[in-house]
C-alpha cells in the first residue's frame, strides 16, 4: 500500500497509486457518457428528458472526480505528479469536448423548435452555461496542444452561439 508520507508543515505526499486509480476510473467513466451520448444521437429531433438528466448527472459526477484526482494530485511526488497531471489534462479535455458536444447536441435541438417545451427553458440555461464554460477551459493555453481540430471547430460554434445568445438574451429568457 502507498501510505503517505508526512513532511514539513503537515505535508502529505504519496507515491501516485491511488491518484493513477482513479484516473483508471474517470477513463471508463468518460467511456461509459461518450456511450450515453452515441445511444441517445437516434432521437435528434426530440429532447428526451430522462436522456438529458442520466447525461448531466454522469457529465456531473466525471467534474467532481476531476476535482477529487487534481487534489490527490498535489501529494504526489515529482517526477510522478508532472506525468499524472499529463493524463489528468488530457482526460480534462475529453470530459470538457463531451459537455460541449452535449450542449452543442440539447441546443440544437431545442433551436429547431417553433415553441418549447414546458421545462426546457432550465436545460437552455444550463447548456448555456456549459458551453461558457467549456469554451473557457478548452481555450485554456494548457490544453492547446490537446485540443483537437474537431473540438476546436466545435469550440467556435459554442463561440458564436453564445455570441448570439447572449445579445438576445433579455428576450429569449425573458428577462427585460
Known sequence: MDGPKKYKKGE????GKEAEKFLDILLTK????????????????EIQFKDYQHFREAVG????????????????EEPKRTALHEKFDELTVAVWSIL?????????????????PI???????????TLYEADKVLK???YEALVS??????????????NEVIDCAPQLLQLG
Open 12 to 15: 502529505i505526499t504519496t507515491s
Open 149 to 162: 481540430g474537431v473540438i476546436l471547430k466545435r469550440r467556435v460554434s459554442a463561440e458564436k452561439i453564445l
Open 100 to 116: 460541449l458536444d452535449g450542449a452543442l447536441k440539447y441546443l440544437g435541438i431545442l433551436a429547431t423548435k417553433e415553441f418549447l
Open 140 to 142: 485554456d493555453d494548457r
Open 61 to 76: 459526477e466525471c467534474l467532481s472526480f476531476l476535482i477529487i484526482i487534481e487534489r490527490h494530485l498535489t501529494r504526489v
Open 30 to 45: 468518460i467511456s461509459d457518457v461518450h456511450n450515453l451520448t452515441t445511444e441517445t444521437e437516434d432521437t435528434s429531433d
Open 119 to 129: 421545462g426546457t427553458k432550465y436545460i437552455f440555461v444550463d447548456e448555456l452555461r
